[in-house]
């Protein structure tokens, strides 16, 4: 017997349809949903292939930490070093001089395209 297609969220919340009969979304083979937590309590749910083994941590799409299996006892920390933001990045690769110099540029680049320059 047919049945019809049911939705599953994925652990960004889109929703999929898929094949009652293969249990994963339709033409993507047989999936089974694995659920992890990260040490901050997020749950991440995903879906991989039946026959796949199952990762030993996952990173946390929330928080970027790993997310393991067991609820209780989630991997440590896998960064040594704190988050970065891009700005922390682009300053490591600029001089102070470069950043001001380019912030100039772009300023006269939106000052003429205002009409103000």
Known sequence: TA???RPVTT???ARRATSGSSGGPTGWGRQRPVVYWCRHGHR???LIAAEAETPASWECPRCGE???PDPGDPP???RAEPYKTHLAYVQE???PEEGEALLAEALDALRRRRGRA
Do not use: W
């Open 11 to 13: 652990s960004a919340g």
């Open 44 to 46: 991440v749910e995903f």
């Open 3 to 5: 049945t019809s297609p």
């Open 76 to 78: 440590g920390r896998q």
């Open 93 to 95: 690769r600029r001089t």
């Open 66 to 68: 790993p997310a393991g």
